[in-house]
């Protein structure tokens, strides 16, 4: 395990370098077919292209293989969750060596999640090896823009969502202890942009509107929006702006980041944000952006899973809790139509700081619980059904609702929407 997890970390993949998804994918690709699964590749536009796989001509196939004709027999199926994309830029290598010191081995994304899909690989070789036949199909589908918010990958996880029974999302867990995930922020991300007036900063102030100082006034009042007590939270985290030092400056810009633990806050939110007027005159604001990714919410399905995964921890010896995370994920999107269980990745720390690390000793019991679950019966057809496809349907209108409202608002304002 630590051996293919240290050749994953040092393929290096920058969500935003497309091209270095190749080879990461390239070698996960080549660990699945070995286990007898079949894998097609999905070309992105922007980003480095995605990873389907599900088990090589199953007895009777599973209905959400994309590309698959309709009709046949149907298989129920579930799904492993992950992605190959990382926060880290090129060349990082040489500040995050791959290396293993006290247990522990670090480097660019072995948490943040490559140790999560040596984990699902193992748990596969395991079924293979062991000839355990699962109740539904294990799929896996494995995403290079996970990281700058699966904007292309989504379509495809939502279609995957909305054809299996349970997810299985292969994340880091949360904290050392390695608890599971059963909620998670909502997360959006707007763009402030400032219009003032340029003028020369020496010779006429006076007839300029500087928007770097109107800026300063409009991130004190976006940070007063954060409510902590209420899981909300606001993070201008990018500023730019100005030309030069001797002209006042007409026009900044923010990128901010918001998370709300709770659905009902998005909307108040997002009004508040939009709605910030200008304090300096000659200076006006333009945003663009929306709350979309919802929260990951204790479901009555999510919860069921986590009691199942509960379970399958007490047969192996192991404790297992689980809580909320600040972050999001692509289990947001897929708890919206089934029941996900998030979390299930690498156990240790350091997400997104150059001491990411992982256990090393806890990868193969995360393999295992990870065999457990992909074996445990399924809830009941009908009643799960049932649930399913009314959050399809319920998700459906609401997806389609803020879509709508999002894109009114933005029109108002005179600008676009702009994704996260």
């Known amino acids: 395990m630590a051996g293919l997890l240290a050749d994953l970390a040092r393929l290096e993949s920058p969500s935003v370098v497309a091209a270095s998804q190749g080879p990461v994918l390239d070698r996960l690709a080549g660990e699945l077919r070995a286990l007898g699964m079949r894998v097609r590749r999905l070309r992105g536009e922007a980003s480095g292209g995605h990873l389907f796989a599900a088990p090589a001509l199953p007895a009777r196939p599973p209905a ?32 995050m060596p791959v290396e293993t010191r006290d247990g522990r081995l670090y480097g660019p994304g072995v948490y943040d999640m490559k140790g999560g899909l040596v984990q699902a690989l193992f ?8 000839r355990l036949e699962p109740p539904a199909v294990p799929l896996l589908f494995v995403n290079s823009d996970e990281e700058i918010g699966s904007g292309e990958s989504t379509r495809w996880v939502r279609l995957l969502a909305r054809r299996v029974r349970r997810v299985f999302v292969l994340e880091p867990s949360l904290g050392p202890d390695g608890r599971l995930k059963t909620g998670r922020k ?9 219009r003032g007036r340029a003028a020369h900063a020496g010779l006429e102030p006076e007839r300029g509107a ?29 500023v730019s702006g100005g030309l030069r030092g001797n002209v006042v400056p ?7 980041d918001v998370r709300v633990l709770s659905e ?35 479901t009555p399905a999510n919860l069921a899973l986590w009691c199942t995964a509960e379970a399958a921890a007490r047969q192996l010896g192991l404790p297992l809790g689980h809580g909320t995370a600040g972050g999001a994920s692509d289990g947001n999107t897929t708890s919206r139509t089934t029941a996900t269980l998030d979390g299930l ?9 150059v001491d990411e690390h992982v256990v090393l000793a806890r990868m193969p019991e995360r393999a295992a619980l990870l065999v457990l679950l992909l074996l445990a019966p399924l809830a009941e057809a009908a009643a799960a059904t049932a649930e399913t496809e009314a959050a399809a349907a319920n998700a459906q209108a609401e997806d389609e609702a803020r879509r709508t409202g999002a894109e009114a608002r933005s029109t108002g304002a005179g600008a676009g929407r702009s994704g996260a």
């Open 64 to 95: 959400c293989l994309p590309g698959r004709a309709p009709g046949g027999p149907r298989r129920a199926a579930q799904l492993l969750l992950g992605h190959c994309d990382t926060v880290w830029p090129l060349g990082m290598l040489a500040a």
């Open 123 to 130: 748990a596969l070789r395991a079924l293979r090896e062991l």
């Open 186 to 194: 909502g997360v959006g991300q707007f763009t402030v942009t400032v």
């Open 210 to 238: 500087s928007a770097v100082l109107e800026l300063s006034h409009v991130i004190q009042r976006l940070h007063a929006l954060a409510d902590p007590a209420r899981g909300i939270s606001v993070n201008v985290g990018v």
């Open 250 to 256: 007409p026009e900044a810009r923010a990128v901010v």
């Open 264 to 298: 009902d806050d998005a909307p108040a939110l997002e009004a508040a944000i939009r709605g910030l007027p200008p304090t300096l005159p000659g200076t006006r604001l333009e945003v663009t952006g929306a709350i979309d990714r919802p929260p990951l919410i204790a």
């Open 345 to 353: 990745g690498a156990v240790g720390g350091g997400a997104h700081s």
